[in-house]
Nanobody, 125 residues
Framework: QVQLVESGGGSVQAGGSLRLSCVAS????????FGWFRQPPEKEREGIAT???????YYADSVKGRFTISQDNAKKTLYLEMNSLKPEDTAMYYC???????????????????WGQGTQVTVSS
């Protein structure tokens, strides 16, 4: 059984930075994808970044060039470095895991089977 716990959310001014963390417990198979999703108020949840076991990455256009996804496999920890934050980045952020996965481009939340509880990010202008 795998569990995910996010942390690092908070309130920042536009243009600021935050780093989110997601710690996994339990067994992770050798082939996997970790993803970051977010859900702004009154909007649908969207995938913004994903990384697989060998470090291949994908970013949504809305965050490309500003956010960086990374992982520490020894610590079973996923990170999202967020820079140049905008008010439209305000959302609940979730990490998620898909076992037996390779990053080929795009994200579909329906194939991510394990989810964290979420951490709130608020960006003020």
């Amino acid at each position: 059984q795998v569990q995910l716990v996010e942390s690092g959310g908070g309130s920042v001014q536009a243009g600021g930075s935050l780093r989110l963390s997601c710690v996994a417990s339990g067994y992770i198979y050798s082939s996997f994808c970790f993803g970051w999703f977010r859900q702004p108020p009154e909007k649908e949840r969207e995938g913004i970044a994903t990384i697989d076991n060998i470090g291949r990455t994908y970013y949504a256009d809305s965050v490309k060039g500003r956010f960086t996804i990374s992982q520490d496999n020894a610590k079973k920890t996923l990170y999202l470095e967020m820079n140049s934050l905008k008010p439209e980045d305000t959302a609940m952020y979730y990490c998620a895991l898909r076992q037996f996965c390779v990053v080929t481009g795009g994200m579909d939340e329906r194939v991510y089977k394990t989810w964290g509880q979420g951490t709130q990010v608020t960006v003020s202008s």
